[in-house]
């Protein structure tokens, strides 16, 4: 009876640690990134990103406006016995678009980078786990998520296009294609963007935790960005 009691209270012990070490805030974004917010710096478009049309020439460069973008996840998982929806997002994402006078096809993607340890749900300890046991994005190496476009396909009857390229997640590197659109004023460009992801191709497992009888596999993933002109050729 005595072994029975010190087991119940060293689990208790090691579920209130367990408990804590999820409950703590996830670690800033580095020195090196810029808070949400502020002007982005032009990042280099990679010359192997590819465009549908390559006439006109390219000469605008939009620059994606962190404050007014937001990605956002969705995960269905069984949470204390009812089915829930997990909901995760960021406005931290960074990236360019070069872009033709007035054309909303005539487009060419760069790379895009969001910060996983900003990422938020409704829990703090949820953040904790995605940020310590499933992204793992407080290990400088997996900070960020990037997306490397690589071939943009429109629709022949419809204004939708597929933007399709390779994405990171936690050192794992898997083709990915995200459907949308792109419309634009005159001096912004706001796409709308989704996919569907299998989390099991990146590697990430669920840690186990008492009250979360499953968590799906799949993973729908939406970008909704506001990209303001910075530079005309």
């Known amino acids: 009876m005595k072994t029975t009691i010190i087991v119940i209270i060293g689990l208790a012990a090691l579920g209130a640690v367990g408990y804590l070490y999820l409950a703590q805030p996830v670690a800033p974004p580095s020195a090196t990134n810029l808070p949400m917010g502020e002007p982005l710096p032009p990042e280099p478009l990679p010359a192997a990103s590819s465009t549908a049309a390559t006439t006109p020439e390219l000469t605008e460069t939009f620059v994606i406006d962190g404050a007014r973008s937001r990605v956002e ?3 269905d998982e069984v949470l204390r016995g009812e089915d829930f929806t997990a909901v995760g997002a960021t406005r931290d994402l960074t990236g360019e678009i070069a872009a033709a006078p007035g054309a909303t096809t005539s487009l060419r993607f760069g790379r895009i980078k969001v910060n ?12 904790g786990a995605i940020a310590r046991l499933i992204l793992k994005s407080e290990d400088p190496a997996n ?3 990037v997306f490397d476009p690589t071939d943009l396909t429109l629709a022949t009857s419809t204004s939708e296009m597929t ?3 390779n994405l990171t997640v936690s050192g794992v590197t898997k083709p990915v294609a995200f459907t949308g659109n792109v419309s634009r004023n005159a001096s912004q460009l706001l796409g ?3 996919t569907t992801l299998k989390r099991s191709d990146f590697n990430l497992e669920i840690p186990s935790v008492p009250f979360v ?7 729908k993933v939406k970008v909704n ?9």
């Open 225 to 233: 960005f506001v990209a303001v002109l910075a530079l005309t050729n």
């Open 192 to 194: 709308q963007f989704q």
């Open 73 to 75: 996840f969705r995960i």
């Open 116 to 127: 996983a340890r900003t990422l938020k749900t409704d829990s703090q300890q949820r953040d």
């Open 213 to 219: 009888a499953s968590v799906a596999d799949l993973v």
């Open 163 to 165: 933007l399709s390229g």
């Open 143 to 145: 900070e960020f998520i």
